[in-house]
């Protein structure tokens, strides 16, 4: 989800209606209020993330959005009942998402069967996998015969 509006260049800070329409699309709790005034406060005194990247209304919000999705992705299709304690503790209003420097962070939003694969196997390929089963099997000795 981009929030750059039509009428936002990159550099912009928008006003607070804009920021409202924004923030009602992405997770609404929490004092709003505060939270922009937050926003402001550090576009206008950190400028930059720790790898030099501009810190703008867009990153902040664009980070938000994917911060929320990576929670849903965990959590959203589950009861509120099978949560657990730390569901509610890993969903962060904007204000604390701000406070915390999230904007700073890479959240996971999908994981599709190239991550899992790459997670489960490594970055080998499939054929060089089948060969390392083959050798495998033949330094065990066949119990059937």
Request: charged share 30%; with cysteine; glycine share 6%.
């Amino acid at each position: 989800m981009s929030i750059n509006s039509k009428e936002l260049s990159e550099t912009d800070i928008p006003s607070y209606e804009i920021f409202l329409r924004d923030i009602r699309r992405i997770y609404p709790e929490g004092n709003l209020d505060l939270a922009y005034k937050r926003i402001l406060y550090h576009i206008n005194t950190r400028q930059f993330c720790n790898d030099g990247t501009p810190i703008t209304y867009s990153l902040i919000m664009d980070k938000f959005a994917t911060h929320i999705k990576s929670w849903n992705m965990v959590y959203g299709s589950r009861d509120p009942k099978y949560w657990g304690k730390d569901a509610e503790e890993k969903r962060k209003t904007l204000f604390d998402f701000i406070g915390m420097n999230g904007y700073e962070r890479e959240y996971v939003t999908s994981v599709g069967q190239s991550e899992r694969t790459a997670y489960l196997f490594g970055d080998f390929t499939l054929d060089y996998l089948k060969e390392q089963i083959e050798q495998f099997k033949h330094t065990i000795p066949d119990e059937t015969g």
